[in-house]
């Protein structure tokens, strides 16, 4: 599944049903988030658009209410640049007035799910700079600092050393229209298909390093990485100095933290002991339905979160 059929369909999401243990916890989870709601958590974990709809309806402003008011302070919107501008706008201003912070949203001209920037053509990388301008636009109107990049497809009919380097001019020309604005383009090593240049998060360390801009870093998807390289904690220790940003959704079914084989509470425990200040994407599907799936997923948050 790629990142728009994943977006479209992540507020129906059901996954595998939990058996057992977990299926007890959702019996009491509505008494324990009530407990608990409006308290923040230790690490700033930011929902998307569609993860509570069941409680706080359709609109995505009131869905972002309703995040404020279980405790989270900031959101995460990767389809933001794609938004009419004024609706961009209304949720700026709701985000400035709550105090909460915009996560990523993607830089995405069309090119990202295909053969592009690795080609070294062109018309590939004109694109890409445009909606580079266009991405510093919107960020202004919510006050993002991140936004995602994918650098596409494999050329298979080129040497990996031609495409790397293709990949690298076409990010120092993103970094050249970021960096003045303070912003942070983050490069996220995907699993979807083996198709994508970036695979493993050594490369992206290595694109970054060619870069050299603080406006060209990582972003750490917990849920791909567990997949393509697993060695969780290693890998984000070895590439610490590049990392701006993560991401969460437990493996197998990417759903909430609890679901899988990612024991999160220590991996957050982790993050949070090397001084982690950033937002972490809440970038997965709610593995039961309605609202119990709802509360469940707030639920093991303060789960995951409870690692002081």
Same mark, same amino acid.
């Given at each position: 599944?790629?990142?728009?059929?994943?977006?479209?369909?992540?507020?129906?999401?059901?996954?595998?049903?939990?058996?057992?243990?977990?299926?007890?916890?959702?019996? &009491?989870?509505?008494? /324990?988030?009530?407990?608990? !709601? =409006? +308290?923040?958590?230790?690490? %700033?974990?930011?929902?998307?658009?569609?993860?509570?709809?069941?409680?706080?309806?359709?609109?995505?402003?009131?869905?972002?209410?309703?995040?404020?008011?279980?405790?989270?302070?900031?959101?995460?919107?990767?389809?933001?640049?794609?938004?009419?501008?004024?609706?961009?706008?209304?949720?700026?201003?709701?985000?400035?007035?709550?105090?909460?912070?915009?996560?990523?949203?993607?830089?995405?001209? &069309?090119?990202?799910? /295909?053969?592009?920037?690795? !080609? =070294? +053509?062109?018309?590939?990388? %004109?694109?890409?700079?445009?909606?580079?301008?266009?991405?510093?636009?919107?960020?202004?109107?919510?006050?993002?600092?991140?936004?995602?990049?994918?650098?596409?497809?494999?050329?298979?009919?080129?040497?990996?050393?031609?495409?790397?380097?293709?990949?690298?001019?076409?990010?120092?020309?993103?970094?050249?229209?970021?960096?003045?604005?303070?912003?942070?383009?983050?490069?996220?090593?995907?699993?979807?298909?083996?198709?994508?240049?970036?695979?493993? !998060?050594?490369?992206?360390?290595?694109?970054?390093?060619?870069?050299?801009?603080?406006?060209?870093?990582?972003?750490?998807?917990?849920?791909?990485?567990?997949?393509?390289?697993?060695?969780?904690?290693?890998?984000?220790?070895?590439?610490?100095?590049?990392?701006?940003?993560?991401?969460?959704?437990?493996?197998?079914?990417?759903?909430?933290?609890?679901?899988?084989?990612?024991?999160?509470?220590?991996?957050?425990?982790?993050?949070?002991?090397?001084?982690?200040?950033?937002?972490?994407?809440?970038?997965?599907?709610?593995?039961?339905?309605?609202?119990?799936?709802?509360?469940?997923?707030?639920?093991?948050?303060?789960?995951?979160?409870?690692?002081?």
């Amino acid at each position: 599944m790629n990142r728009i059929e994943f977006l479209r369909n992540s507020a129906i999401a059901t996954g595998a049903l939990i058996a057992g243990s977990s299926v007890t916890a959702v019996a &009491g989870s509505s008494e /324990k988030v009530q407990m608990l !709601t =409006g +308290k923040t958590f230790n690490l %700033d974990y930011a929902p998307h658009q569609g993860m509570f709809a069941q409680h706080a309806g359709k609109s995505f402003l009131d869905q972002i209410q309703y995040m404020y008011d279980q405790g989270f302070r900031s959101i995460e919107d990767n389809g933001f640049l794609g938004r009419p501008l004024a609706e961009q706008t209304k949720i700026g201003d709701l985000l400035a007035k709550l105090g909460m912070r915009m996560g990523v949203f993607v830089v995405d001209g &069309g090119d990202n799910w /295909k053969t592009s920037l690795t !080609t =070294g +053509k062109k018309e590939f990388k %004109d694109k890409f700079i445009e909606t580079c301008h266009r991405s510093v636009e919107a960020a202004k109107r919510c006050n993002a600092k991140w936004v995602t990049v994918v650098p596409g497809f494999y050329e298979r009919k080129l040497p990996y050393g031609i495409q790397m380097a293709n990949v690298v001019d076409a990010m120092r020309a993103g970094a050249a229209i970021f960096e003045p604005h303070g912003l942070i383009m983050v490069l996220e090593t995907l699993s979807d298909t083996p198709e994508l240049f970036l695979q493993q !998060t050594h490369e992206t360390f290595n694109v970054c390093k060619a870069v050299n801009s603080p406006s060209c870093k990582i972003l750490f998807d917990i849920y791909h990485m567990q997949r393509t390289e697993g060695n969780l904690m290693i890998n984000i220790d070895r590439c610490w100095e590049e990392i701006a940003y993560l991401q969460i959704g437990d493996n197998p079914g990417r759903n909430e933290p609890g679901t899988g084989e990612i024991n999160y509470k220590n991996l957050f425990k982790h993050l949070h002991q090397k001084g982690y200040k950033g937002v972490m994407g809440m970038e997965h599907g709610n593995s039961i339905k309605g609202k119990e799936g709802e509360l469940r997923v707030i639920q093991a948050y303060r789960e995951a979160d409870s690692f002081l």
